[in-house]
Structures are given as structure tokens and as C-alpha cells.
């Protein structure tokens, strides 16, 4: 993370369900009271997702709760969201996800330099086993890292 940036919220969950072969990050097209609502660190990604529609890209059912003191100028909280990225870069990445039947999934939102950005993936929707195997494989990992760092420390387990 560089030092302009600060983050909203991060979609562990699409790492669980998703195998992620790429990302990209883009820019979203928000309401001044989205923008305050975001700031106050509120959103929920969870059921979110990207869609192609044209030569447009949309991220819907991202949920952004009403900013409290904008009244009656209030945005709709699940309303789609423009996402904005450039020509080749639709055709690149969404046609990738159209063509291979992947999903376009979002991993992270953060603030970079005053803006709002989207980290947005391209995934492989993962079974059931697959999920599985993968906690599987992060237990063994860390229970690898804990035994390295008892032996570097200078202890023994008996």
C-alpha cells in the first residue's frame, strides 16, 4: 500500500470463493453522498460483482448506506455503479471474463490521492473441495512458519 492510499474495504471473501488469475484497478463513478458515507468507512462488497454491458462496465449490488445528514439528496444504496476504465482495457479484461465464463469480482476499495478506487479481479468461481483444500494448505503453511520461527528463536520443543 502506497502512502496515499487508505482503505475502505476489502472483499476477503471473493479470495475464499474465487480463484483470482487477474486484477485491475479502475475507477468508480460515486455521488458526493456516497463519497461521505465511504469516508466514514461504510460499504458492504460481499454480493458484489462486475457486469459488461456494451462497451460499459458496472458493479452491481455493492450496498453503500445513505449518508445520515444528506436528507432529502440521499443516493440509493444498491444502485449499480459506473466503473471507469479505459476502451482497451474493457476489451481486455471484461472480454476475457465474457469469453472464458469468469466473473469479474471486487477485491478492494480504497481511497488513492483523495479518489475512490476498485481493485476488481477476474476469478474462477472455486467448488466446494477446492475451498477446502486451500484452508488445508494455509493451516500446514502457517504451522511451518510457527516451528521456523520456535527453531530460529533458539528453543526446542521436546
Known amino acids: 500500500m502506497s502512502a496515499g492510499e487508505r482503505t475502505i474495504s476489502d472483499n476477503r471473501r471473493a479470495r475464499h470463493e474465487y480463484e483470482v488469475l487477474d486484477t485491475l484497478e479502475c475507477g468508480i463513478a460515486l455521488l458526493g453522498s456516497e463519497v461521505k458515507s465511504l469516508r466514514g468507512g461504510k460499504v458492504s462488497m460481499e454480493e458484489a460483482y462486475g457486469r459488461v454491458q456494451g462497451e460499459e462496465v458496472w458493479l452491481i449490488g455493492c450496498e453503500i448506506p445513505e449518508y445520515e445528514k444528506a ?88
Do not use: C, W
Not at 477476474?122 to 520456535?150: C, F, P, W
Open 71 to 158: 436528507n432529502r439528496l440521499n443516493h440509493i444504496p444498491k444502485r449499480p455503479r459506473k466503473l471507469l476504465l479505459h476502451r482497451r482495457e474493457i476489451k481486455k479484461f471484461a472480454g476475457l471474463a465474457y469469453e472464458k465464463g469468469l466473473t469479474l469480482v471486487p477485491l478492494k476499495m480504497y481511497f488513492k490521492d483523495g479518489r475512490v478506487k476498485l481493485l476488481m479481479g477476474i476469478g474462477r468461481g472455486r467448488k466446494l473441495h477446492d475451498k477446502r483444500q486451500k484452508l488445508k494448505d494455509a493451516t500446514v503453511q502457517r504451522e511451518i512458519q510457527s516451528s521456523l520461527r520456535h527453531r530460529s528463536s533458539g528453543r526446542r520443543e521436546d
